[in-house]
């Protein structure tokens, strides 16, 4: 304690800051602890009620974080010495640049930010130096004026010219990397924000910067030039890039050692890493970057949670924070399901861009009520920043809770064990005590916040990082929720200070209680097939599979035994010559009770894309049909018209039954490159179903086949999945059932698209889905597992258990 005493007065508040936080933990509690970021961009605000109300929504809308733009392109929304006014302040074109708009739009929305109770960022792009067609003022001091010879130079030897995007500074040239630092550390040592937000901080491309001070430096360094060591030139210009963050940081934190430094990363690290030079999952692993915000703007929910996973995974004791564009959205539910994957993903918070596409005329729309109706119903904090209070632990930001669950579906009810995985480098804490000691635990209320609840339950290790409650959770009845947040430590302590564990408190997770379930598990069905996908049932009950690695179908009755004629591995084309059974990728029953079977043989030749057809009742072949293109799945309504799917364009046909299938009518943009697994349609034809793998959604048109002619238009998707969507099927009543791959569930929807069931199992596990067959009163489902050796599952109406507890 005396060498404490006797430092300076930095390192007394910080030792300071760590006890009270101690001290905090010990006598009050969790808090539930999660980013929730909003970019603000420098085209949100004018004025100072602009700002209020940004803010204001901000607050009200339970954020805590604001990521508030107050730099573009060499031009500030703050008073500077060293960078002239924005003219957006002023003006409505560049002649008003650097003038005075008489306020200062940074020391206003901390001061005012910091009221309402939410931090405040500066976010500020970086090596932009100049944006737009119309140059600066040629007499006031900007960089494009006063420093020309610091933009990049393409390969050719070209310096960037002014176009309708940003010209660049290049990071190679030392004076634009001083200055850089100096307009940062200006804002750090000016202005009571809480953090820096690096955005653009990479080159424009790969093709840039040729200038004459970055090749003399790569020359010197390495004695070569971009064309004779190409490899060495990528790692030069990110070692540039990568400089800037590091001296910004080290520099910024010697002057406010709270401050935090954040950036917007590439949503891919690798394009990020190779074409933009910016390596964002090293400057975590460096400490040099604290919070990632990778710029993950897709309606796609699929790709997002791919994306985010990465970062997640290689957030190096660091935060991740996965950037939402809610801009690319029109449906909420795609909204939603993002940030419901950032919290199962064990982020620590996400980020949405940008503000006005939450309230645009600072008017909050559906996706910014949906936001405070559900995962915002709250209000939450950010988790600390351990490392800036005890820089010298290499682990300090607490386990990564993820995965949340239940042990079957949670109805109105019944009881139910919560679920989720907690990884840490040094392993997670349990020291099998209540939550007075640093186990792991769970806490929960109904329709409250659980921050201040006193229902607690105990949580142990079930299997590898699994922990499970000790105890059922009952749920609550339809209408309300059960909020919920786990709480656990990690292991890296030292014996004399146990005390230094970190610890983590997730976000606070809901459970509303589903209808009571209209399936339930009834057996598993058939032998083990090497990899199936897809199925239908006949007229007569028997169950066909496509079997798609081994090449067959796989044709089952009614009681699970195979039948004769099983299993089939020839076809025939149109002309009636053989076609070997390769890649089957879909399957239907068309109205007479024939099987049609789609092949997807891109593999062995000779390349046969087309149908193959048998006969029900002994699966005799007949002549087939030869296509044009790679199907995918395929169905029929009860005209007789077939409906078949692209496998990898976005587009789909109809081929009409009064024409003998010659006469097509395509839909779709046909975008290449694009995945569909699976169609269906409702037996009157009027909508069609496609479940798109690329962008984790299930699409809905529209529209008839009347006199021969086929007319549909895309309405609102039904539903977007978890992962890649495996399969979608329509029954005789209009039922919608869904595989989610990703979530190892079958979801059921009615004809309005209302969710009826997830079906999902534990015992045996339901693993990737991809198909659903149901007999002609769909009272018995089979359900296909996309996984070697698997058998299907088949799942009842009749509850088997209730039936014995009543006869």
Not at 68 to 84: A, H, M, W
Not at 244 to 271: C, N
Not at 571 to 590: H, K, Q, T
Not at 772 to 777: E, K
Request: net charge negative; with cysteine; glycine share 8%.
């Amino acid at each position: 304690m005396k060498t404490i005493i006797q430092g300076d007065l930095t390192i007394r508040l910080i030792y300071i800051t760590a006890l009270v936080m101690i001290v905090l933990f010990i006598f009050f509690g969790a808090q539930a602890e999660e980013i929730r970021a909003l970019w603000v961009t420098r085209w949100d605000y004018k004025t100072t009620d602009a700002v209020r109300a940004i803010i204001d929504n901000a607050a009200d809308y339970h954020f805590n974080y604001l990521l508030f733009q107050v730099r573009g392109n060499g031009t500030v929304f703050y008073e500077s010495s060293i960078e002239p006014w924005a003219w957006e302040l002023t003006g409505s074109d560049p002649s008003t640049l650097g003038q005075d708009p008489g306020w200062n739009p940074l020391a206003f929305a901390t001061q005012y930010a910091h009221s309402k109770g939410l931090k405040l960022v500066a976010y500020m792009n970086t090596y932009p130096g100049w944006r737009g067609t119309i140059p600066p003022p040629p007499d006031v001091h900007q960089l494009w004026n006063d420093h020309p010879d610091w933009f990049c130079v393409d390969s050719s030897g070209t310096t960037m010219t002014l176009n309708s995007g940003y010209v660049f500074l290049s990071p190679g040239i030392p004076g634009v990397q001083q200055y850089l630092r100096d307009v940062y550390l200006e804002v750090i040592s000016n202005y009571d924000v809480d953090g820096i937000h690096f955005d653009y901080v990479r080159y424009p491309g790969r093709n840039y910067s040729w200038d004459g001070p970055s090749l003399q430096r790569f020359y010197d360094q390495y004695g070569g030039t971009p064309e004779t060591m190409p490899d060495e030139w990528s790692q030069f210009r990110r070692d540039q890039v990568t400089a800037l963050v590091s001296r910004v940081s080290q520099d910024g934190v010697a002057v406010k050692p709270e401050v935090l430094f954040t950036a917007a990363t590439w949503a891919s690290y690798y394009s990020g890493y190779n074409y933009y030079f910016q390596d964002s999952w090293g400057w975590l692993a460096e400490g040099i970057l604290d919070v990632s915000h990778p710029m993950i703007y897709t309606p796609s929910v699929s790709t997002f949670t791919n994306m985010a996973t990465q970062h997640v995974e290689h957030r190096a004791d660091r935060f991740v924070a996965p950037g939402i564009g809610a801009y690319t959205m029109s449906d909420v539910a795609p909204f939603l399901a993002e940030v419901e994957s950032s919290r199962q993903l064990g982020a620590h918070g996400l980020t949405v861009f940008a503000y006005s596409s939450l309230f645009p005329g600072h008017t909050p729309n559906e996706k910014a009520q949906a936001l405070l109706a559900g995962p915002f119903k709250f209000t939450d904090v950010i988790p600390p920043a351990l490392w800036k209070i005890n820089p010298s632990d290499d682990d300090n930001t607490g386990p990564r809770i993820f995965n949340f669950r239940t042990d079957k579906p949670p109805t109105a009810h019944s009881s139910v064990y919560i679920q989720c995985d907690i990884t840490d480098p040094s392993g997670v804490y349990d020291d099998d005590t209540s939550s007075s000691g640093q186990g792991v635990y769970l806490r929960w209320a109904i329709n409250a916040s659980p921050l201040s609840s006193t229902n607690e339950v105990k949580m142990h290790l079930l299997a590898n990082n699994t922990f499970i409650t000790d105890e059922p959770i009952l749920i609550p009845a339809q209408g309300d929720v059960l909020y919920y947040q786990v709480i656990a430590y990690d292991n890296d302590f030292d014996d004399s200070n146990p005390e230094d564990r970190a610890r983590r408190v997730s976000a606070i997770m809901s459970i509303t209680p589903q209808p009571e379930p209209i399936y339930y598990f009834d057996r598993l069905f058939g032998r083990p097939l090497s990899a199936p996908q897809y199925c239908v049932v006949d007229q007569q009950g028997k169950v066909w599979v496509c079997d798609y690695s081994a090449d067959q179908i796989v044709v089952f009755n009614p009681d699970g035994t195979e039948t004769a004629f099983s299993p089939i591995t020839q076809g025939l084309d149109e002309n009636g010559y053989p076609v070997a059974v390769d890649c089957p990728s879909g399957i239907a029953v068309d109205p007479e009770g024939n099987v049609w079977v789609s092949l997807d043989d891109n593999y062995d030749a000779p390349l046969f894309y087309g149908l193959l057809k048998f006969r029900s009742t002994d699966g005799s072949a007949l002549n087939g049909m030869t296509l044009s293109f790679r199907p995918g799945d395929l169905d029929f309504d009860d005209a007789g018209n077939m409906f078949i799917v692209e496998k990898v364009n976005d587009r789909w046909h109809v081929l009409t039954r009064t024409s003998d299938y010659a006469t097509s009518y395509s839909f779709g943009p046909g975008t290449t490159n694009h995945t569909n697994r699976a169609l269906a349609v409702t037996n009157d034809g009027s909508t069609v179903y496609i479940a798109s793998s690329t962008d984790g959604a299930v699409h809905r048109w529209t529209g008839s086949v009347s006199g021969g002619v086929a007319s549909y238009s895309q309405t609102t998707d039904l539903t977007t999945v978890s992962g890649t969507s495996g399969a979608v099927e329509v029954d005789n009543q209009g039922w919608v059932f869904v595989s989610d791959a990703g979530a190892d569930a079958v979801k059921v929807f009615d004809s309005e698209g209302t969710l009826l069931q997830t079906i999902v199992n534990s015992s045996p596990p339901l693993s990737n889905p991809r198909g659903v067959g149901f007999t002609s009163d769909s009272i018995y489902i089979y359900i296909v597992q996309f996984a070697s050796n698997s058998q299907l599952q088949r799942w009842t109406q009749y509850n088997r258990t209730a039936f014995w507890l009543f006869y």
